[in-house]
């Protein structure tokens, strides 16, 4: 099956500063990437995803990258803000049964310091 | 439109008792799905059912663990009889065909 690797598994940023968390993921076949977002305490969110035929995506201050040769993939978070600390999560899936089933990565704990 | 909705948020069991997990996914999604995140195993997709019908069940961890969706509106996830290594945040998601999942608030599951 899929298995998605993720670094750091911690991170700490000074406000203003970017953050970049990478991915990796091992089934060629994978064709969709979505990253989540974890606050303490609260379900994951999606913040932003991208799909095998795309190799970047932005919205505002987040970006993502997608190198499918070397099977990776990124989150850009620029100009930090202390509300961007939390846990967040790459996920991997291929198409099955006309729904995404996802393998997530084990998290990344971002702080973002004032 | 409420999203995804779990009950109990809260469950405190002794071991060898029997749990059972409810989850209302957003009216109109076709999948659902059942993840369980620990510390040390992160979030993991335990099965998940498109149109009713289970489609993969293989990260069930063992026969302790039942999964149903006698209809589009309503699913359950029981753990019988519940051992203390169950323990975990129980997050039900659900989704229509092509667009990613959305995640309930999660039931924090402590067995004693």
């Known amino acids: 099956g899929e298995n998605v690797e993720q670094h750091p598994s911690t991170l700490s940023v000074q406000e203003g500063d970017s953050a970049v968390i990478k991915c990796t993921y091992s089934?060629?076949?994978?064709?969709?990437f979505p990253w989540y977002k974890q606050e303490l305490g609260k379900r994951p969110q999606l913040i932003i995803d991208i799909r095998s035929n795309v190799g970047e995506k932005k919205d505002q201050r987040i970006a993502v990258t997608l190198n499918k040769t070397a099977k990776h993939f990124s989150l850009h978070i620029t100009e930090t803000q202390p509300e961007d600390s939390a846990v967040y999560f790459c996920?991997?899936?291929?198409?099955?049964?006309?729904?995404?089933?996802?393998?997530f990565g084990k998290g990344t704990k971002l702080s973002v310091i004032p | 439109d409420a999203g995804v909705i779990q009950s109990p948020r809260h469950e405190v069991t002794e071991m060898g008792q029997e749990v059972t997990l409810r989850c209302k996914p957003i009216?109109?999604?076709?999948?659902l799905f059942w993840y369980r995140q620990t510390m040390m195993r992160g979030l993991e997709l335990l099965i998940y059912?498109?149109?009713?019908?289970?489609?993969?069940d293989s990260g069930m961890p063992e026969d302790r663990f039942s999964a149903k969706m006698p209809n589009a509106s309503f699913s359950t996830l029981k753990i019988q009889p519940s051992e203390p290594r169950d323990s975990a945040v129980y997050f039900c998601?659900?989704?229509?065909?092509?667009?990613?999942?959305?995640f309930g608030p999660g039931t924090r599951l402590t067995v004693l």
């Open positions: 089934d060629s076949a994978s064709n969709y």
């Open positions: 059912f498109n149109n009713n019908v289970p489609i993969d």
């Open positions: 998601a659900s989704s229509l065909s092509g667009l990613p999942p959305y």
């Open positions: 009216s109109g999604h076709n999948s």
């Open positions: 996920a991997a899936s291929k198409p099955g049964a006309g729904s995404y089933q996802l393998t």
